[in-house]
């Protein structure tokens, strides 16, 4: 396993890359990932630009919060005014990388203040990535810890250029195309697949997107954390 880091529009990006192929590019703005290859062969779909991918519009492939419909919510009965552009995906995440023979790992943290999104509590959100070094998989695991009771909910909108879907259940989506297959497992949330259309080099390119959905809305407190994990598996339909 082996891991660079390099420079681009004043932002460290860090690329990973396992001893099987597995290669993904990370971005501390919204704890995000740019890029997914397998073998060479780029499996992800984000604005080739990284002006344009950091965007404060641009959502591929980064950490939301995307809690609510309304503009105000009842907690306790207590009425709280929500902030519709307060969006985690538009923050600087903290980085704390870590490298051993059989996996790489990286946890993105961010503070979100009390009443900064128009909710109660001060919130620590935390998401981590993890690699094997021998196998094609990605673990994602989700946390988020506060100091009074208030709603959490975060997760990444993933696009993915396979252009079939194999499986579609509650906790589990299996994309493939003629020579891969991701399947995507988690025992808490529930997957949208979304078709999505992206312009590269006046080429229209065609995605799935992923979006892992809480099945109800999910209250923390002091005593209790937001935690949610999902498993990618990628998988070679034939040899190269």
């Known amino acids: 396993m082996i891991y660079k880091t390099y420079k681009s529009n004043g932002i460290t990006f860090l690329r990973a890359t396992n001893e099987v192929g597995l290669s993904l ?21 984000t604005p ?24 105000e919510i009842d907690i306790r009965g207590d009425k709280y005014q929500l902030k519709k552009n307060f969006q985690i995906s538009r923050f600087y995440f903290n980085a704390k990388p870590l490298l051993d023979n059989n996996y790489f790992y990286i946890q993105y943290s961010f503070s979100k203040k009390k009443m900064e999104d128009g909710l109660p509590g001060n919130i620590n959100y935390y998401i981590s990535y993890t690699m094997s070094n021998t196998k094609n998989e990605l673990l994602v695991d989700y946390r988020a810890i506060s ?13 993915f250029l396979l252009s079939d879907i194999a499986t579609k259940e509650d906790g589990k989506v299996v994309l493939e195309n003629d020579d891969y297959q991701i399947e995507i497992s988690s025992n808490e949330y529930v997957f949208e697949v979304v078709n999505h259309q992206l312009i590269q080099d006046d080429i229209v390119k065609s995605a799935l997107l992923i979006s892992p959905r809480e099945k109800g809305l999910y209250y923390i407190d002091k005593d209790k954390q937001y935690h949610r994990q999902i498993i990618y598996r990628f998988i070679r339909k034939r040899a190269w």
């Open 25 to 45: 590019l990370f971005c501390p703005i919204g704890a995000a990932i740019k890029s997914i290859s397998v073998d060479n062969n780029e499996l992800f779909l």
């Open 48 to 71: 080739k630009s990284v002006q344009n991918f950091l965007s404060s519009d641009n959502l591929l492939g980064k950490t939301i919060n995307p809690l609510f419909d309304n503009d």
């Open 147 to 159: 100091d009074t009771y208030t709603p959490a909910y975060i997760s990444n909108i993933f696009p």
